[in-house]
């Protein structure tokens, strides 16, 4: 929390999202901010004056942890079993192949290795870099707590 407090000296407020970060440092009014590895990839023409970086302590490898993105049947929802259909394919490994230079991601699944220039930058951006996986069931039963910490850390 000291360190939050320490880096929320340089907040300069709210943004509609981290995208609209992004262009701000491109044009050098912000340092650093948050983004994702796609977004950052995606807009790198576009936004030359930025990089990529993962937060590491002294000594440490470099560590960042996956935010999926998500989809899944709604109950009673209208066309189960073409929906579902759309899932499976999402989820094939030929589906998975064209995830990284078209969707501009990574596959979910670990027996597809995608080729490309896109994923052979992404799989370059993150050499070196720990993967960890967030314990989110402590988190939802901590997130109260850890956002009082934060405000207080914060102010905000």
């Given amino acids: ?8 000296k340089n907040n300069v407020g709210p943004s509609a999202s981290t995208g609209a970060l992004v ?3 491109d ?15 995606a807009n790198r023409e576009a936004m030359p004056n930025q990089d990529i970086f993962f937060p590491a302590k002294e000594g ?3 560590t960042s942890f996956s935010q999926p993105y998500a989809a899944g049947l709604v109950r009673g929802g209208p066309q189960q079993e073409n929906a579902q259909k759309l899932l499976d ?3 094939s490994p030929e589906a ?3 995830i990284s ?18 994923a052979e930058r992404a ?34």
């Fill in 60 to 62: 440490n490898a470099p």
């Fill in 89 to 91: 394919y999402l989820i």
């Fill in 23 to 25: 262009p701000k440092v």
């Fill in 123 to 156: 799989r370059k951006a993150m050499e070196g870099v720990e993967i960890f996986t967030p314990d989110w069931k402590t988190i939802d039963k901590e997130l109260d707590a850890y956002l009082e910490a934060w405000r207080q850390a914060t102010g905000s």
């Fill in 1 to 8: 929390m000291d360190y939050l407090r320490k880096l929320q």
């Fill in 27 to 41: 044009k050098g009014e912000l340092l650093v901010s948050n983004s994702d590895l796609q977004m950052s990839f």
């Fill in 96 to 98: 998975q192949e064209l």
């Fill in 101 to 118: 230079d078209t969707g501009g991601g990574f596959p979910s699944r670990t027996d597809v290795t995608p080729e490309g220039e896109y």
